[in-house]
């Protein structure tokens, strides 16, 4: 490899100290990409942030996968042991079943239609993070299995607001016991039930309208309900998608990841990414154009330089080197500066979540999430940018005529 026009490139960057103009577009270069870096990379961060909370929060109720008999009764017994047989790379698994009912606060009027889900406690705990949600409860430790045991209950904190109850109050719940409606009269049946414990999940749709209760009340409450769902978690290094397909072919049933049932968010989520990080690589490779300025008056500068070096005996390729080692140079160090305050901010952002946000987003504070491939990702795009800028003027190195030089500029 020959060095010299990375040394003649790296004496033409030192050079510039001596001349001011040149130094000026110098320092407005690495401003410039040090900027686009740091903003790159740290709104890519912000927004993986958003996208990791947002997807906790959900998976708060929702497993990782959830295998649906669309409302008919599931055979738990033989595909639990087909599950923990051919399928060893399944974390953990819970069975469940959702009805509809009518809860009244014990001294309120008013009635609210919510989702009633019935779970296995303790297998609950081990899919999805409900338990780490519970903020109040009529036992000291805030457990599933601890909470609901006999005709206790757990409920969203908004709901329990709406229905002015707290831990230890009671609720009637009303239902029809049985699918079957005869006539035009539909009979309810009322049972009353204590509240356990309140979770708060940050999500209306759970806080607002969802009550949990062991599988053993569910049975209590509709004799003829059964188990409808079973919700599998799996480890970090599983091909979901690829288990998914392998669920399918073998238990005959719906088999589908939890973003089914949020396509539109997982979606917004993507597009945002994707866009944000589109437009803010436009707005560095416009900061780059200042790379295309600097290196057009430096190659103006040094025509006497490029004339010599060419009768010298000198490629024109070597020569194009030795100004793109100068952008490259520059574009490194930008780079470089820009990811290492971006780290800076995102472990701020990280370990202090100090800017608040309007109830209108799943977080209550701005997120961050680092991640080693966010900042390798963000160097190479840059890179990659200032290549192409530095790379557009070099070409007018090999322009340059020799004995007009010599004879007139030299």
């Known amino acids: 490899m ?3 026009p990375f040394i003649i490139a790296f004496r033409y960057l030192i050079g510039t100290k001596q001349e001011k103009n040149i130094s000026t577009m110098v320092l407005v270069c690495l401003t410039g990409v040090t900027i686009g870096s740091f903003a790159l990379a740290l709104i890519a961060c912000i927004m993986n942030g958003f996208e990791k909370v947002t997807y906790k929060k959900i998976q708060s109720i929702h497993s990782q996968i959830i295998a649906d008999a669309d409302g008919q009764e599931l ?21 469940n079943t959702v009805k509809q009912v009518i809860a009244q606060g014990d001294e309120d009027e008013d009635y609210t239609v919510i989702m009633l889900k019935g779970i296995d406690p303790i297998g609950e ?10 903020i109040s409860t009529i036992e000291k430790e805030k457990t599933l299995a601890g909470t609901l045991v006999g005709d206790t209950m757990l409920i969203g904190d908004k709901l329990a607001k709406n229905l002015e109850v707290m831990p230890g109050d009671t609720i009637n719940l009303f239902f029809s016991p049985t699918q079957e409606i005869k006539g035009k009269q539909i009979r309810l049946d009322n049972r009353q039930v204590t509240v ?18 062991s599988l053993t009340l569910m049975k209590k409450i509709f004799p003829e309900s059964g188990i409808t769902q079973i919700s599998i978690k799996l480890p970090k290094d599983v091909d979901e998608t690829n288990l998914i397909t392998k669920l399918k072919k073998r238990l005959h049933i719906d088999v589908y990841s939890w973003k089914k049932l949020y396509p539109a968010l997982v979606e917004a989520l ?3 990414k994707y866009a944000m990080f589109f437009i803010l690589a436009l707005i560095t490779l416009v900061a780059s154009m200042n790379i295309i300025s600097l290196l057009f008056m430096l190659i103006t500068k040094k025509r006497p330089d490029i004339a010599i070096l060419k009768a010298m005996g000198m490629p024109d ?6 100004f793109l080692y100068v952008g490259m140079t520059i ?10 305050f971006a780290f800076i901010a995102g472990w701020i952002l990280e370990t202090y979540p100090f800017i608040q946000l309007p109830e209108a987003y799943y977080v209550t504070h701005l997120p961050a999430k680092m991640e080693v491939s966010i900042f390798v990702i963000v160097f190479f795009v840059v890179m990659f940018i200032s290549f192409l800028s530095a790379w557009f003027p070099t070409r007018k190195t ?3 005529h020799i004995s007009h030089l010599l004879r007139f500029e030299g």
Do not use: R, Y
Not at 83 to 89: A, G, M, Q, R, V
Not at 125 to 134: D, G, I, M, R, S
Not at 317 to 322: D, G
């Open 75 to 95: 055979a738990f017994t033989k595909i639990s042991t087909v599950l923990k047989n051919e399928f060893p790379e399944i974390k953990a698994f819970s069975p």
């Open 317 to 322: 390729n070597n020569i194009s080197q030795i």
């Open 125 to 134: 705990a081990n899919v999805n993070n409900l338990e780490q949600k519970l």
């Open 270 to 272: 993507k597009l945002e």
């Open 398 to 400: 090999k322009a340059i």
């Open 2 to 4: 020959n060095k010299l």
């Open 331 to 340: 574009a490194f160090a930008g780079s470089c500066l820009g990811l290492l």
């Open 196 to 213: 356990g414990g309140i979770f708060k999940t940050g999500i209306d749709e759970f806080d607002t309208s969802l009550m949990v209760c």
